[in-house]
């Protein structure tokens, strides 16, 4: 009876062991699943967080944009390039005209495109005083639609004139009418 007794001890020992090893496999399992777990999250997490940041930055962006419009009050507008070009031609001939100023050079340079934003530079080219000059300068900065001088080259001229030669590229930008994509017929 005691070897029965024995073996039967053994036996329950045996399977005990089994079953706090299987356990202990068991916790080791679910521990390596939760971390595994864990670094998914927490990879989700930080993507989460990105969209957040982008979403916060289209959102200021948005309201950037938003702010820009009402600043620009009535010098914004949506517009076809094919529409403004004319308009553009004869807001600068206009500004020219007013101080008496004949143009030499009245030229369109190529349209460009960066997203909805189109600029359309105009190349012109003149003769004045320095006085004129300040007064063309500001009118055209002051200009509805809005136009902007990216350059101006002064030559002092070889003659015994009074008059400064001017070379100026003066652009026009725009959000255009996206369901118009059209470029300036030239």
């Not at 998914?40 to 289209?58: I, M, N, P, Y």
């Not at 009245?106 to 349209?111: F, I, K, S, V, Y």
Request: proline share 4%.
């Amino acid at each position: 009876m005691n070897i029965s007794k024995l073996q039967t001890t053994v036996i329950i020992k045996c399977i005990l062991g089994l079953v706090i090893l299987g356990l202990g496999i068991g916790i080791i399992a679910q521990r390596l699943a939760i971390s595994g777990l864990r670094s998914e999250v927490a990879e989700k997490t930080k993507e989460l967080a990105k969209l957040r940041t982008e979403d916060t930055d289209a959102k200021s962006m948005t309201v950037k944009y938003k702010d820009l419009v009402n600043k620009l009050g009535d010098r914004y507008q949506k517009v076809s390039w094919g529409k403004h070009l004319p308009t553009m031609m004869n807001q600068i001939n206009g500004i020219m005209t007013a101080h008496s100023i004949k143009m030499d050079t009245l030229r369109p340079e190529p349209l460009t495109n960066a997203n909805d934003i189109s600029r359309l530079p105009m190349h012109i080219s003149f003769k004045a005083n320095l006085g004129d000059l300040a007064r063309v300068v500001q009118d055209i900065e002051k200009a509805t639609p809005l136009l902007s001088i990216e350059q101006l080259d002064v030559r002092v001229p070889t003659n015994q004139s009074d008059l400064l030669e001017m070379d100026m590229i003066v652009s026009s930008f725009a959000i255009t009418d996206s369901s118009v994509k059209e470029e300036p017929k030239i």
